[in-house]
T-cell receptor, first 115, second 116 residues
Framework: GDSVTQMEGPVTLSEEAFLTINCTYT??????LFWYVQYPGEGLQLLLK?????DKGSNKGFEATYRKETTSFHLEKGSVQVSDSAVYFC??????????????FGGGTRVLVKP | DAMVIQNPRYQVTQFGKPVTLSCSQT?????MYWYQQKSSQAPKLLFH???????NEADTPDNFQSRRPNTSFCFLDIRSPGLGDAAMYLC???????????????FGQGTRLTVV
């Protein structure tokens, strides 16, 4: 079945540091890939997405590139801020599923940015 | 501007007392989902509606039920909440659920359920 593996946290870093969160996937079809962010006590917000190989999703300084050859979708940001402290979830949806655009999530990575 | 609205944000219920969580959407999406998220874990899909068609996940306990009276509203009913059902419950919607039209899911802010 489909699965998503992402690096375990917590990841603690200083403001303006470079952030990378690794994400790899397995899927039977040709999935779309997503990064969601969850701030404390809130629901999930879509951060960025990519729907085909070599697509780069970007938003709020975050980027991730869909790498079919390595089945990866690593999240990067060049200079983090305290406000980026959150839990980040990598997810996929598989188009061959019969019904429902179901998301398969990774386990989440907690990021803590210190001033 | 809120697109997926969950009420209430916080719900306290007694052990064994039925409780209903609600979700509404202004996006006119045909798919609605309910996820359960326990502390520091990934969301777990309980079930989803594709229009009026209900799709239950194989491992969702019978204690959890859902209703979708119309496109805009979806309810999660927990018939006899146990302590293990304390969690954040997330409602989500998406535009289409099949084929290559993979669009992102839009989530509500969640309802945090406490069972006492």
């Amino acid at each position: 079945g489909d699965s998503v593996t992402q690096m375990e946290g917590p990841v603690t870093l200083s403001e303006e540091a470079f952030l990378t969160i690794n994400c790899t996937y397995t899927a039977t079809g040709y999935p779309s890939l997503f990064w969601y962010v969850q701030y404390p006590g809130e629901g999930l917000q879509l951060l960025l997405k990519a729907t085909k190989a070599d697509d780069k999703g970007s938003n709020k300084g975050f980027e991730a590139t869909y790498r079919k050859e390595t089945t990866s979708f690593h999240l990067e940001k060049g200079s983090v801020q305290v406000s980026d402290s959150a839990v980040y979830f990598c997810a996929l949806s598989d188009p061959i599923k019969a019904a429902g655009n179901k998301l398969t999530f990774g386990g989440g990575t907690r990021v803590l940015v210190k001033p | 501007d809120a697109m997926v609205i969950q009420n209430p944000r916080y719900q306290v219920t007694q052990f064994g007392k039925p409780v209903t969580l609600s979700c509404s959407q202004t996006l006119n999406h045909n798919v609605m989902y309910w996820y359960q998220q326990k502390s520091s874990q990934a969301p777990k899909l309980l079930f989803h509606y594709y229009d009026k068609d209900f799709n239950n996940e194989a491992d969702t306990p019978d204690n959890f039920q859902s209703r979708r009276p119309n496109t805009s509203f979806c309810f999660l009913d927990i018939r006899s909440p146990g302590l293990g059902d304390a969690a954040m419950y997330l409602c989500a919607t998406s535009r289409d659920g099949t084929g290559a039209l993979n669009t992102e899911a839009f989530f509500g802010q969640g309802t945090r359920l406490t069972v006492v």
